[in-house]
């Protein structure tokens, strides 16, 4: 997989208020209520604009690195969102009023941002140079190297939430929050950029063509957990254990029901798909229904 490294003012700034709508606790003291503030504004005006927030919020984080500028992006992000017809200018102009206020409250918060981005970034990915090639080829044979995309931008973004990461399967884009230390011992960070890496090529319809696309992101995060854990044993970088699956949840953000027994779910699930080795497509949706809502 050819990776191409990058990193974004404007990425780190919409990951970070992606995080905020979902509901995650800042990790960075130094951005408080002003800017935190200014996101939950851009976030009531969406609703009260009638936008789709799911696609909207998933577009803003898929195409945020590729511009520079708040209006080419907002309008960008609303016609995948709703359709070319259906974009006003006067609708982008006041969304990208919105992301300006936003980012103002950043960049008070966070002036030398990008250069502290960039010396963070290059540990992560000398890691993923020794160990990622490694790591991407077990994946692939423990699942189906049809998953493995031909190339991807890697994305490093500000660690607002102490930890983080999100795969836009769309644009073959992987968001990465550039951490020092791991965030929890036995599950390295490049572990982490592994397992959203693999999530990418999900949206071919040999994969997803029996999953809603409501949900596809969530059951290729799903999916990917255990074998990515299994393949890291093969680099030495971490293990497949119950705990360490118990453990990835949390910290790596999945969002999943807290009274369902999930990672026991998934064992079980990686279990069977080893033992059987069903088209990936069908142990997906197997995963899916296992699940439920």
Excluded at 182 to 209: I, K, T
Aim: charge should be negative.
């Amino acid at each position: 997989m050819e990776l191409e490294w990058k990193t974004s003012e404007l990425a780190s700034c919409c990951h970070t208020i992606v995080g905020i709508v979902r509901g995650l606790p800042l990790a960075d003291s130094r951005l408080g209520e002003p800017f935190a503030d200014a996101a939950l504004t851009l976030r009531q005006h969406v609703a009260s604009l009638r936008l789709p927030e799911g696609p909207f919020w998933s577009n803003l984080l898929a195409y945020s690195h590729q511009v520079d500028d708040q209006r080419s992006l907002l309008r960008t992000v609303i016609r995948k969102s709703i359709g070319i017809d259906s974009t006003s200018e006067d609708l982008v102009v006041k969304l990208a009023n919105d992301l300006r206020e936003v980012e103002l409250s950043w960049r008070q918060a966070l002036p030398l941002m990008l250069d502290d981005l960039t010396l963070r970034m290059r540990p992560l990915q000398e890691q993923w140079e020794a160990r990622g090639p490694g790591l991407l080829r077990a994946i692939g044979q423990l699942t189906d190297e049809r998953l493995l995309a031909e190339r991807a931008t890697v994305v490093a973004v500000h660690p607002a939430f102490g930890g983080g990461g999100s795969a836009s399967l769309a644009t073959n884009v992987v968001r990465i929050e550039a951490l020092l230390t791991n965030v929890v011992d036995g599950l390295p960070e490049v572990v982490r950029l592994g397992w959203l890496l693999a999530q990418l090529n999900h949206e071919l319809p040999l994969f997803c063509d029996r999953i809603h696309g409501s949900r596809l992101s969530l059951i290729a995060q799903l999916a990917m957990l255990p074998g990515v854990l299994q393949a890291s044993e093969t680099v030495e970088l971490s293990e497949l254990t119950p705990f360490t699956i118990a453990e990835a949840l949390p910290a790596w953000k999945i969002e999943v029901a807290a009274d369902k027994d999930i990672a026991g779910t998934l064992l079980t699930w990686w279990d069977t798909y080893r033992q059987t080795r069903p088209a990936w497509g069908i142990a997906l949706a197997a995963l899916d229904q296992m699940i439920g809502d």
